[in-house]
């Protein structure tokens, strides 16, 4: 009789620790597969979800990395399970193109305040170069001519990015083919170059986004400034709130989400919640960024900036765990 007991309790125990370990980590067993861009400073905003994640039991896949219009169509067949650098606005079309709400979801709303728009240095501002339109008149655009062709040269967006078809569309809209080129290539090198002019104390015309660490070497107020639009006028007709400190960048203001397969969130409701909860603050992202442009671009040193945040915010970071958890219970 004793034996018997003895056994049973163990048997109890036994089935007691699994289901705990069971509700502490729901993902044991699966294998994530996020798809990114190949973008340095989009990496921390990243793997801190996949931290959560692995704190839930998941093992997270070598992400795939491509550019942004490729990422949705390849959560859209099935090649990936979620990204967490989807633009409401910006990206909707290539959400829509990759098969939208009949095979992926949009989740939470993991950065709020994300922006875009046309910069120029702040002297071209004081000068009267205020709107994009004021680009029109030749006088102003040769102030931004760095090839001698008499026309301004925009430092410009990556083909294949959502920022392409904005731009583009616009140049035609306003009526600025005659007058403005735009630049495209490795927006990196680009803006590199764009930097070391205003160095020089040349004009500067350029596209950026926020948040990136652009803004942090040609500070909007103090080195550069927004440029207006003279109305908003958004590609295949789209529509969203363009204005920022009253002033129409001709962007919507945006907010970046995950986009996950709906296999995916449905058989990962742990993932799904997470996904749901997590937020983190634009302005976190833009020092990180910083981080990178200062030297600290290793892989290892981002995985340290991640570790930082962490710490610095455990108390948010537990929550989305419990959250996360709560729903497997």
């Known amino acids: ?45 990243h793997r801190i979800l996949f931290r959560a994640l692995e704190e839930l039991g998941y093992e997270i896949a070598e992400p795939q990395e491509v550019e942004y219009q490729t990422i ?31 095979v992926l979801s949009k989740v939470g709303n993991y950065i709020e305040g994300a922006l875009q728009g046309y910069l120029v240095d702040k002297a071209a501002y004081e000068a009267g170069v205020t709107n994009l339109e004021d680009l029109k008149d030749p006088a102003n655009a040769a102030m931004f001519d760095a090839n001698g062709d008499g026309k301004a040269d925009l430092a ?18 306003y009526g600025l083919r005659e007058t403005i080129s735009h630049n495209q290539g490795a927006y990196d090198a680009i803006i590199a170059d764009t930097i070391a002019r205003l160095g020089a104390g040349q004009h500067v015309l350029y596209y950026t986004w926020t948040p990136y660490w652009v803004s942090g070497v ?29 002033k129409n960048l001709g962007f919507a203001v945006d907010s970046i989400r995950v986009v996950a397969t709906n296999d995916f969130l449905a058989a ?54 419990a959250a996360a958890r709560a729903v497997t219970n």
């Not at 937020?279 to 910083?290: K, M, P, R, Y």
């Not at 990178?292 to 930082?308: C, L, P, Q, T, Y």
């Open 1 to 45: 009789m004793k034996t018997r007991l003895l056994t049973s309790l163990a048997i109890a125990g036994s089935l007691a620790s699994g289901t705990a370990l069971a509700a502490d980590k729901p993902g044991e067993g699966v294998t994530a597969r996020p798809v990114i861009a190949p973008q340095i400073g989009e990496l921390f905003q």
């Open 72 to 102: 949705h169509l390849a959560l859209g067949t099935g090649d990936g399970d979620f990204t967490a650098v989807h633009w409401n606005k910006l990206h909707h079309t290539f959400f829509e193109e990759a098969g939208g709400e009949a």
């Open 156 to 173: 410009g967006c990556v083909p294949g990015w959502g920022c392409e078809r904005v731009i583009e569309h616009q140049l035609t809209e």
């Open 218 to 246: 040609m500070q909007p107020g103090e080195d550069v400034e927004w440029l207006s639009v003279p109305y908003t006028s958004l590609p295949d007709g789209e529509t969203g709130d363009t204005t920022f400190k009253d």
């Open 268 to 321: 990962n409701p742990a993932a799904a919640k997470l996904f749901e909860v997590a937020t983190l603050d634009i302005n976190d992202i833009s020092a990180e960024n910083n981080l990178i442009r200062d030297g600290e671009d290793s892989s290892e040193d981002i995985d340290k900036h991640v570790e930082a945040w962490i710490t610095e915010n455990r108390a948010t970071f537990d929550d989305w765990i």
